[in-house]
């Protein structure tokens, strides 16, 4: 039985990943912040028993980190899927109430812009690097990064929300230079994005349900093959110009 674990995996796609993983087979290593809060998580846990692990980890806590890989010395994971990540300037949110839309940078809120950095880019790179050797002892591992379709720096040509942009655009850019590294070591990286997904993140107006994202991506990742490695693919399969 193959391994994932997954970050963020308590509710929106990081759920849905552990649902789809946990029907097709997989033993799942479910991270999350707080388990004691994640009723949800364990609500799905009961139907697959031991298969889904739940998992204390807030992936800048280095003790959480340090935790897993000591009880962890010998386990080997297939897929790591870097979901767990923030956007601090959605509509309703308190930055998004004190600068809306401005783009005037001389406005910006830079703290929660270097909170957006620490989460979403430094965060899982280092989670990656930590849980490498675990990676290397599967035949097909792969190290996924959700990442997002404005982070296309082709695609995109808007101003403002320039945290979260730039955080996934440098992910994206960590998917082509920690990637190079992890294929001396047999490990294919991927940058994923799931499309505009109803979750708390994506809100109520996006247009797919998350299992149709995390349906398109279980497709996608199983078919990401090693030469292709430091691709950035779509949900519906389709390769995203960085
Ligand atoms: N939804 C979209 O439209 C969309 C589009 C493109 C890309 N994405 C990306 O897809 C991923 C999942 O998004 P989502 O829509 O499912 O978001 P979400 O519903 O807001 O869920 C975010 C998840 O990340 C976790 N998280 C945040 N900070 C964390 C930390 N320091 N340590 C551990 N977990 C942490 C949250 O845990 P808590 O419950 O503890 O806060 C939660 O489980 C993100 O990387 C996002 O950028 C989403």
Redesign the pocket.
């Known amino acids: 039985m193959p391994t994932v674990l997954i970050?963020?995996?308590?509710?929106?796609?990081?759920?849905?990943f552990t649902k789809i993983y946990a029907e097709n087979k997989w033993k799942v290593i479910a991270?999350?912040?707080?388990p004691e809060?994640?009723s949800v998580l364990k609500q799905i846990k009961t139907e697959f028993d031991s298969q889904i692990i739940i998992f204390k980890?807030?992936?800048?806590?280095q003790k959480d980190i340090d935790d897993f890989c000591n009880k962890n010395r010998t386990t080997t994971i297939d897929l790591l899927i870097?979901?767990?990540?923030?956007?601090f300037e959605n509509y309703g949110s308190a930055a998004y109430e004190s600068m809306g839309e401005d783009p005037n940078p001389a406005n910006y809120d830079y703290e929660m812009w270097a909170e957006t950095m620490k989460?979403?880019l430094f965060?899982p790179t280092k989670l990656t690097g930590h849980l490498t050797p675990m990676l290397e002892r599967s035949d097909n591992a792969k190290v996924i990064m959700?990442?997002?379709?404005?982070a296309s720096l082709e695609n995109t040509w808007q101003a403002g929300r320039y945290a979260?942009k730039t955080s996934?655009a440098a992910l994206n850019m960590v998917v082509r230079t920690l990637g190079e590294w992890l294929q001396t070591k047999k490990i294919a990286t991927f940058a994923v994005?799931?499309?505009?997904?109803?979750?708390?993140?994506?809100?109520p107006n996006?247009p797919h349900h998350?299992r149709t994202?995390v349906v398109g991506l279980y497709k996608v990742i199983l078919e990401a093959d090693f030469a292709n490695t430091g691709s950035f693919y779509n949900f519906d399969g389709k390769k995203i110009p960085w």
């Open positions: 970050t963020g995996a308590n509710r929106g796609l990081g759920l849905e991270c999350c912040r707080t809060k994640a980890m807030d992936i800048c806590n870097n979901n767990a990540g923030v956007q989460i979403n965060a959700l990442s997002s379709g404005i979260y996934k994005s799931p499309g505009w997904t109803r979750t708390d993140m994506g809100g996006a998350s994202a």
